[in-house]
Structures are given as C-alpha cells and as structure tokens.
C-alpha cells in the first residue's frame, strides 16, 4: 500500500516556476516507479515525467522535456518536479502516482496502482 500527497501547486505567471512535491508514505519511494500525470479541463489524463525504480533513470513528455525536472529525495520519501519556464498550456491538475508491480517503465496511466488527490497549476499569460 502505497500513500501519495501532492502539494506546491498554485498560480503563476507565464515564464515562472513552481516545484510540485509529493510525499510518499507506506512503501519506500525506491522501490516502485513513480510519476507525474496532469489532467487540464476537458482533455485526458497524460504522462508530464517519470523516474524508474530500478535505476533511477527519467522519462519526459516531448511538451515538458527541457523545462521541468523531475528528482526524488529517499531520505523524505518524496517525490518533486520542478518546473521552469511554465507556459498557460501546462494549467492542469497534476498527479503524482506510483507503479508497484511493473519492472518497466511505462507511460500508461492505466498501469499505475496509487494516485495522489492532485494539485492545481494555473499559469496565467
């Protein structure tokens, strides 16, 4: 069982920065791949940022690749994504989420077992 608790969002103008925090409780955030989703009004749920369990490695979407980064602090627990240079396109509820049984990395929203309450980010132009 995995627990996740989103905070930092809020609102900010275009070209600013936020850094997104999620707190992980109930499983060591090492051991299960985690990721960032966010979900604008009126569009599906999709993939921003990603770090691999196993090896740390980081996926990004194409649309954030550049300018958001996503880290993880194993002594918290906690998960974060910075985000740089935001444009009013990125306004959406984001997710953290976690994926316990998957030995691969996957960009499938589907695929992942817990879910944060999510984070409102709204960039205003």
């Known amino acids: 069982q995995v627990q996740l608790v989103e905070s930092g969002g809020g609102l900010v103008q275009a070209g600013g920065s936020l850094r997104l925090s999620c707190a992980a409780s109930?499983?060591?955030?090492?051991?299960?791949?985690v990721g960032w989703f966010r979900q604008a009004p009126g569009k599906e749920r999709e993939f921003v940022a990603g770090?691999?369990?196993?090896?740390?490695?980081?996926y990004y979407a194409d649309s954030v690749k550049g300018r958001f980064t996503i880290s993880r602090d194993n002594a918290k627990n906690t998960l974060y994504l910075q985000m740089n240079s935001l444009k009013p396109e990125d306004t959406a509820v984001y997710y953290c989420?976690?994926?316990?049984?998957?030995?691969?990395?996957?960009?499938?929203?589907?695929?992942?077992?817990?879910w944060g309450q999510g984070t409102q980010v709204t960039v205003s132009s």
């Open positions: 109930g499983r060591t955030v090492t051991t299960y791949t």
């Open positions: 989420a976690a994926d316990v049984g998957s030995y691969y990395f996957t960009t499938n929203d589907y695929e992942y077992d817990y």
């Open positions: 770090i691999m369990w196993s090896d740390s490695s980081t």
